[in-house]
């Protein structure tokens, strides 16, 4: 079992920087890959970005590419979201996700992960 609480999130304006967290309980926190995902009002949630158990590999949407990059660190069992160069396209409730099948291997796919958080809002003023 693992549970995540996203944190970080704001009201930024275009251009500017945000820094997402997500910390997660347990001790077996090194044992999953680890995903983001958003979601704006009335669209689907979209996959964002993920990153292997090890951090050796990762993977991001094109939407973000070059823009946004995700890293973990075990010791302290939290993922990072960093965002830079911010659209008010990315205005969206982002939410971490855990997957335990395969941690080795990316999913893009909201219902290979396993766990998530409760989401946490970012807003983008033009």
């Known amino acids: 079992q693992v549970q995540l609480v996203e944190s970080g999130g704001g009201l930024v304006q275009a251009g500017d920087s945000l820094r997402l967290s997500c910390a997660a309980s347990?001790?077996?926190?090194?044992?999953?890959?680890m995903g983001w995902f958003r979601q704006a009002p009335g669209k689907e949630r979209q996959f964002v970005a993920a990153?292997?158990?090890?951090?050796?590999?990762?993977y991001y949407a094109d939407s973000v590419k070059g823009r946004f990059t995700i890293s973990r660190d075990n010791a302290k069992n939290t993922v990072y979201l960093q965002m830079s160069s911010l659209k008010p396209e990315d205005t969206a409730v982002y939410y971490c996700?855990?997957?335990?099948?395969?941690?080795?291997?990316?999913?893009?796919?909201?219902?290979?992960?396993?766990?998530w958080g409760q989401g946490t809002q970012v807003t983008v003023s033009s």
């Open positions: 996700a855990a997957r335990g099948a395969v941690p080795t291997i990316l999913s893009t796919r909201p219902y290979e992960y396993d766990y």
């Open positions: 347990g001790r077996t926190f090194s044992r999953y890959a």
């Open positions: 990153i292997t158990w090890s951090g050796g590999n990762t």
